[in-house]
């Protein structure tokens, strides 16, 4: 096998695991979406929906929901911050173990709903850390908008005579984030509080299967 074979038989099979890890994630951005979105009310993910329903709250006068709001946009970018210090400092896996204990964490305060609201939003923000790019190709984990946004000015390029398929990738989040959240309303539904938790074991799964991919190839993961 050539050298040049070689690199590129190397680089499918990591971006084949990157996808499948961005797909898994996705999964479980959209699970945890659904689940606080039923159990509190307010996206938390979805910081362009918390944004317009901030603003509505201001000029309906519902300032404290408002400042709720708003706290929960803070901590999503501070979540989206110390996600990563952690990732460059460590590795991507261990922001995903972060994320882990901040589900476990939700999950035990059920009954303290705004706190349960603003630690899911840090979580959410957190793990978009883990895995910010597939060779080179921007990827959101916790938000849809910027995925389809790609996609569709793919395709109009596609249409216009460009032939790089490399659009298609944005299918992968989105797809992710839509599936998890049917699974989290489905458990939402039945389980209510209690459903909380599979987030947790899916993202303390997720953790374990991390650990076991390459750092060669996990720093390629994430933005230096």
């Given amino acids: 096998m050539t050298f ?18 961005v797909a898994a994630i996705s999964f479980l951005a959209g699970m945890t979406d659904a689940i606080g979105l039923l159990s509190v009310g ?3 993910s979805f910081m362009s929906g918390n944004t317009t329903r901030a603003a509505v709250a201001i000029a309906g006068g519902d300032f404290s929901r408002a400042v709720l709001l708003l ?18 400092r460590y590795r ?16 035990l ?16 923000g957190t793990i978009n850390a883990s895995v910010e790019q597939i060779e080179g ?3 959101g984990l916790t938000y849809v908008t910027g995925a389809l946004s790609r996609f569709g000015r793919g395709l109009g390029r ?3 005579g460009v032939r790089n398929n490399q659009w298609l990738v944005q299918l992968v989040p989105w797809s992710g984030m839509l599936a998890g959240a049917i699974a989290g309303a ?39």
């Fill in 158 to 160: 596609w249409v216009i």
């Fill in 137 to 139: 190709l921007p990827i």
């Fill in 71 to 88: 706290l929960g946009l803070t901590a999503f970018v501070i979540g989206n911050a110390g996600g990563v210090i952690i990732a460059t």
């Fill in 186 to 224: 489905f458990l939402h539904l039945r389980a209510e509080n209690l459903a909380i938790w599979v987030p947790f074991f899916v993202a303390a799964s997720l953790t374990l299967v991390a650990i076991r991919i390459p750092r060669r190839w996990s720093s390629r993961y994430v933005q230096r």
């Fill in 92 to 107: 991507p896996h261990a922001v995903l173990l972060t994320v882990s204990a901040m589900l476990a964490l939700a999950a």
């Fill in 4 to 21: 040049a074979r070689r690199r590129r038989l190397v680089r499918r099979q990591r971006s084949s695991v990157g996808l499948a890890l």
């Fill in 42 to 44: 307010d996206f938390v």
């Fill in 109 to 124: 305060i059920a009954d303290f709903r705004e706190a349960r609201f603003l630690l899911l939003i840090l979580a959410m």
